[in-house]
């Protein structure tokens, strides 16, 4: 049990976000592994060529051209919710239950090609199963062999946890006999993998293509369902700002359907997203390690430490953001993220060359 050292100035989160060889995952991570993995946890080389691998899929044309199946499954959920109107003058709706689903509709056409199959549903719930025993692990988590223990809770995320390879496994191979037989690269996540998989020069075997899809159906759901959650309840607490929001709809839009040149015109809908994403972030805490002693700032920091970056305190920090640090105020990001200011400040998928692959395509289901 190491201990932990919390940085919050942002300059030297900056640093360390920006310096991913010297300030690296923790090792033997195994929750870690077990809910995200994938990318997300791999380091070094591994982390390089499956990223070089993956990047193609998430290219901004490669995006741009996911609007229409995302405007589809978003058109499809809200006719379901004007159904349930239809009758009654207001209904009350569990809003995790509702976009978990859509975001795994939307992750099936984009990211694999394909409908929500069976296999997608029983991780579904699966996944469900292992965050309300991580919930309950969480205490013993920072005691060293905790996931040796003979508990319930570690024997269930664990069968969990083979269960979703296993149902992976299938969905992998089945796609892999298809493009065997002649089917194209439809230029989603998991052709691509297997694209380089088929390629022997690449290095990468049947299991790193079964550990991304894996990854990225559980932690690219949740880091995409939770801002778009956190988003449309904003909306509904300040019903000044949804106003202003649906008037900017309206006056882009008209009654089209959302297309790719008017969503970069959205600069209302813009800042309410960068707003609630600094109030409610994706990633709350994120960990890294060091290998031998290394200088960060005007500190030497020893080789037996490791570094905690509290976001979520950082952007509730009015040494950073304000005395009004606690009020949900939009304009804050009137001129966008990119001048230097924010960029110095604001993390909402990370930082750094490990910035998160797909953040464009969270963006982009978010803002429809």
Request: proline share 5%; aromatic share 8%.
């Amino acid at each position: 049990m190491k201990p932990r050292l919390s940085i919050l100035d942002p300059m030297l989160v900056k640093d360390i976000l920006s310096r991913p060889n010297e300030f690296r995952k923790p090792g033997n991570d195994q929750m870690g592994t077990v809910l995200a993995g994938g990318l997300f946890m791999s380091e070094g080389l591994t982390w390089t060529k499956h990223k070089k691998i993956l990047n193609p899929s998430f290219h901004i044309d490669r995006i741009k051209n996911m609007v229409p199946s995302i405007v589809e499954s978003c058109l499809e959920k809200i006719e379901k919710w004007n159904l349930s109107l239809a009758s009654k003058e207001s209904i009350e709706v569990d809003m995790v239950q509702e976009i978990d689903p859509l975001i795994g509709d939307i992750m099936c056409k984009t990211v694999v090609a394909g409908p929500i199959s069976e296999e997608s549903k029983r991780m579904y719930q699966l996944r469900i199963m292992m965050n309300q025993q991580a919930a309950k692990l969480a205490r013993l988590m920072f005691f060293p062999g905790w996931w040796s223990l003979q508990t319930q809770e570690v024997k269930t995320i664990k069968a969990a946890h083979k269960e979703t390879q296993s149902l992976v496994k299938k969905m992998v191979t089945r796609r892999l006999e298809e493009m065997k037989n002649g089917a194209s690269n439809q230029g989603d996540m998991l052709s691509s993998m297997l694209e380089a998989f088929q390629d022997e020069a690449s290095g990468v075997s049947l299991d790193d293509v079964i550990e991304e899809c894996r990854s990225f159906s559980f932690i690219g759901k949740e880091s995409t369902a939770r801002p778009l959650v956190w988003m449309l309840y904003v909306l509904a607490r300040y019903p000044d700002w949804q106003e202003r929001a649906r008037e900017e709809v309206l006056q882009i839009f008209g009654d089209q359907k959302p297309n790719v040149d008017g969503l970069n015109k959205l600069k209302i809908i813009t800042m309410i997203i960068y707003e609630a994403l600094r109030l409610y972030p994706p990633t709350g805490v994120i960990h890294r390690c060091i290998s031998k002693d290394t200088k960060l700032g005007d500190m030497v920091l020893p080789a037996w430490i490791q570094i905690t970056i509290p976001i979520t305190l950082m952007n509730h920090d009015p040494d950073i953001w304000g005395e009004d640090v606690n009020q949900f105020k939009p304009e804050r990001f009137d001129e966008g993220v990119f001048n230097s200011e924010m960029q110095s400040i604001f993390f909402p998928f990370s930082g750094g060359p490990r910035n998160v692959l797909g953040k464009v395509w969270q963006w982009l289901q978010v803002n429809l």
